[in-house]
């Protein structure tokens, strides 16, 4: 039967659309490339336990492995500050399992999913989405969801450049046999070994993490194999995987006639961690109702979609912009001002008020806390002396 719907990606944010429109009485097919759904696991999996509750997600131990409270940010000099809250404020998951969990859940609503299958292409007629093409053959519908994840390849086949920026290869391994705090996620700065973004050790358990970090080189398993000794020592990496990382800002337009773009593809982001489940999965659920209302009205035109536009980015854009702006503050950062950085809130004895604005803050809608960090007289002293006044004000612009 010719779907109604068709979502390309059987990640979060294609499952979480699919199961929106297949829930509003419409026919939904999820095409996924890979065999297995969730499989290979790019991610690092840290999800927070307020974002988890935005997307309607219930936490379950069929994906949760632990519940951490807080964090130690790490400057190139090894030196940190550790913010720890009383309560879990993320937690760890298993990424394939998560969106098997999520799978099984859009399959109840009625989602049908076809594995193995790389859609090739769009499907335009007279500048409207009609469907896909898989293995060359045509597949129909009336209107198409693409999150397919960053990079917009199949966008590009037909003709639309995004202009994706800020798109980088992220690293992941599991190492087992170490002595970490099971309760604190780390943060490590450096371009030894994460020029342009940080490095990561996730605790599994109080002997296991997973350890990984970002980067624009080509060579980030050797960067990574060069963290690992420097954080662990001798240690075995296993199960390691690549897979691309978003730290750019959204991009100019989401919907087409008949397409919506939705998650990693949209630049639906955080561009401060690269985590993109929580608010990529909340835009999706806006192309899913979105997709909805076009199909109960019959039409699928820009016009219509075009809703879509004005929803996502009236709720999260300026949200996105500004965890742009302070990744690219960072990213201008070399390792010796951030030593002074860091240097300078432990001095100043700031790690309990950053521990107060990390507990009310939202891990996911980042720009609070840094509207509050920015009014805080004794923070603002330290950040104008580690950013400079140019680079600062230029983030503070965006908070008014």
Known sequence: MKPEAAVVGAGPAGILAATVISTGGFATRVYEE???????????????????????????DEFIQNRVYGGRVYAPDGEFIEIRDRKPRAYVVDRARFDRYLADAAMDAGVEFMLSARVDGLR?????????????????????????????????RSGIETRQSGIMTGYNAEIGGVEVDPELVEVWFGDEFAEGFYAW????????????????????????????????????????????????????????????????????????????VVVGGLCAQLAGETAVDALGSGDACWGRLSGYERRWRGLYERELKTMYTARRLLNRMPDERLNRLLA???GAGLQGVLGDLVSRGDMDMQAGIIREAARNPRLLYVLLRGVGVAALGELVSLLR
């Open 201 to 276: 050790v996730i605790p599994i358990d109080d002997s296991t993490v997973r350890c990984g970090l970002g980067t624009a080189g080509e060579d980030g398993y050797d960067r990574l194999k060069g963290f690992v000794k420097r954080r662990f020592g001798a240690a075995k990496l296993q199960g390691v995987t690549a897979g691309q990382i978003c730290t750019g800002p959204p991009v100019d337009r989401a919907a087409y006639s008949g397409l919506l773009l939705a998650g990693d593809v949209a630049g639906q982001v955080k561009a401060t961690t690269g985590g993109g």
């Open 124 to 156: 335009f007629m007279e500048g409207t989405c009609m469907g896909v093409t898989v293995g060359g053959g045509v597949h129909e519908s009336w209107i198409v969801v693409d999150a397919e994840g960053a990079g917009g390849r199949l966008l590009s």
């Open 34 to 60: 890979h065999p297995v759904i969730g499989e290979p696991n790019h991610c690092a999996g840290v999800l927070s336990v307020t974002g988890l509750d935005k997307l309607g997600v219930d936490p379950s």
């Open 344 to 346: 300078g809130l432990r």
